[in-house]
């Protein structure tokens, strides 16, 4: 017993000195670094994202990278790139899309950065709408419009996306009512530059406005239509909210889930399955004149001393490499405690937490992201994920699971946890399952149904053939989501299974690829992972050794795991139509 409470007090002391410092005001920060790197001038160039891995591990290569400053630059940009048929590719300041989704195809390809379309063009008070370029990011885009008196109701929470990602991916908030919570469904008029034949100087603007159908799939695009140079998009007053986390068991989890969204317009929940905890947010619009000025600094997204990242990653590593599940179990009812206790962030004044409720204008609690703020320290703090110093290192899923599906669903995880209480402990060191509601939308690539979004974030190794602690488990877990539930992955997220038929799954891809082939039939905007997920091309799953462990491949029969040396196919333990392919050391 000594031993088992020695061991819990180092786990806490690891935990409570990095969620102290943390939670200290930190006025230093190193931004993370340009994803794009050129070796000459801006030619021979290299891309990845802001995590400097994409699900492959693969670093892409493009000829050159131009940088626009206007709507004419980029029209003369894309007319050169078309009547060279050349492939190109538009990329975003921060990069936050996980999966492949900026590289161009081939060694000659082009690069559209939107780094200085980052200008909001209009805003009509009276008219509630604002017109930005592509480049803007979503804290501008909040800012511009509060400044207005005006308000974007419903966003991500990471304030780092720009426009045009946003868009491109289908990223959201969360709640059911009013449009829904992804941001695109709130875009009244888009103006893109396409490719065009030489009668139209090789490229066309188009615009695009509500009631038009290409605007439904110009809105969720993937970025394979073309180029996005203004977005105007229809705001709200701005108004106040009122946020409350409340704490329970999760053991009626699967009855509240459709009944709480109704309820409370930004619901949300963060669960812990394996503390059998739900975190319920309580969140909703009250009277302006509601006393409070609250703001919402989520502490994971906020700047992190690069010690304390190495030495949180350290504790993982080596938990991981004598698998010291009761560690991880330990380390995440810590961190799970030490965040509730801190309001996630929260605070009442700006400054310190004083107790519920958190009152305050919505762009002020609806999306963070303070470590992107603070000019260079030399990396002595940093996002906790930038790839420079030894952070945070993860696989993340994002999937979608309708409304009328999601109670069986989340059924099915509480039996895992039964069978193996400690198997989801690591994931609760990167705060749980967060679960977000989105709705039906008319984007032709948008969610089909009112759903459930789950983003589950967890150890990534950076051996690409070391299993991780549990593996079957959440392999388990994302399988039954994609393919039992017919889940649908966040476009920005997720590893390579999550988009195997997806596209099978959206009843109007047909009608996306007709606007698809009409305003890029050449597929100068395509490469091969946006035809691979559409559904143009075979190869979304990558038979390799160690492609089970990266989320790379899937299979249905023993036969397709076979041939891979050291990996066999499972059978659910729960489930007869989910099945694992798990390395034989696990």
Not at 1 to 25: A, C, D, E
Not at 73 to 93: C, G
Not at 115 to 139: F, H, Q, W
Not at 294 to 306: A, K, V
């Amino acid at each position: 017993m000594p031993k088992m409470h020695s061991q819990k007090g180092f786990h806490r002391q690891i935990v409570l000195t990095y969620w102290t410092f943390l939670t200290i005001y930190l006025v230093g920060c190193t931004p993370p670094e340009d994803h794009i790197k050129c070796s000459t001038g801006n030619t021979n160039c290299t891309i990845t994202n802001t995590y400097a891995t994409f699900p492959d591990r693969s670093i892409c290569h493009a000829a050159e990278t131009v940088y626009p400053k206007s709507e004419q630059e980029l029209i003369s940009i894309v007319a050169n790139a078309t009547s060279l048929q050349r492939k190109m590719k538009v990329a975003t300041t921060t990069s936050h899309s996980i999966p492949k989704l900026v590289c161009p195809d081939g060694e000659n390809g082009l690069i559209i950065s939107t780094k200085y379309l980052n200008k909001t063009i209009n805003i009509d008070k009276s008219a509630m709408t604002i017109t930005v370029e592509p480049g803007v990011t979503l804290r501008q885009l909040i800012n511009a419009s509060a400044a207005a008196g005006l308000s974007l109701p419903y966003t991500p929470y990471w304030w780092g996306l720009t426009v045009g990602g946003i868009l491109g991916t289908g990223a959201h908030g969360s709640t059911l009512w009013g449009l829904g919570s992804g941001v695109h469904d709130y875009v009244i008029q888009l103006r893109i530059v396409t490719p065009a034949g030489p009668d139209d100087g090789y490229a066309k603007v188009r615009t695009l406005e509500i009631g038009d159908p290409d605007l439904n799939a110009a809105k969720v695009s993937l970025g394979v239509l073309g180029v996005i140079s203004q977005v105007t998009f229809q705001l709200q007053p701005l108004f106040k909210r009122s946020i409350t986390y409340v704490q329970m068991n999760d053991s009626d989890l699967g009855d509240q889930v459709e009944t709480f969204g109704r309820q409370h317009e930004f619901a949300d929940f963060t669960w812990y399955p394996s503390q059998h905890k739900i975190v319920y947010r309580i969140d909703d619009r009250v009277p302006s004149n509601t006393t409070g000025n609250g703001l919402y600094d989520l502490m994971g997204f906020r700047s992190t001393p690069s010690l304390f990242l190495a030495i949180i990653r350290t504790a993982e590593e080596t938990q991981e490499s004598i698998g010291d599940a009761v560690g991880k179990c330990i380390n995440g009812a810590i961190t799970t405690s030490l965040l509730t206790n801190a309001a996630y962030g929260l605070t009442n004044d700006g400054r310190m937490f004083k107790g519920y409720p958190v009152v305050g204008y919505n762009n002020r609690l609806q999306s963070s992201g303070t470590c992107l703020d603070s000019p260079q320290d030399g990396l002595i703090t940093a996002c906790p994920w930038d790839p420079r110093v030894k952070g945070l290192y993860y696989f993340q899923n994002g999937i979608s699971i309708s409304l009328s599906k999601v109670k069986d669903f989340i059924q099915d995880v509480q039996k895992l946890v039964t069978l193996e209480p400690k198997a989801l402990c690591g994931v609760e060191l990167y705060d749980g399952f967060l679960m977000r509601y989105v709705t039906a939308s008319s984007a032709y690539l948008g969610k089909q149904e009112d759903a459930l979004d789950f983003d589950i974030t967890y150890y990534r190794s950076k051996d690409p053939l070391a299993p991780r602690l549990y593996e079957d488990i959440l392999e388990e877990i994302e399988q039954m989501a994609v393919f039992k539930y017919g889940g649908l992955p966040h476009w920005g997220k997720n590893r390579n299974l999550a988009f195997s038929g997806a596209i099978n799954k959206y009843q109007n891809a047909t009608e996306f690829l007709k606007v698809k082939q009409l305003y890029d039939p050449l597929g100068l905007f395509s490469n091969e992972w946006t035809d691979q997920i559409l559904g143009l091309k075979d190869g979304i799953t990558i038979l390799k050794d160690g492609c089970a462990l990266e989320g790379l491949c899937v299979c249905s029969q023993d036969s397709h795991c076979a041939p891979q040396k050291g990996y066999f196919c499972r059978p659910g333990k729960v489930y007869n139509d989910a099945r694992v392919c798990i390395h034989l050391s696990s």
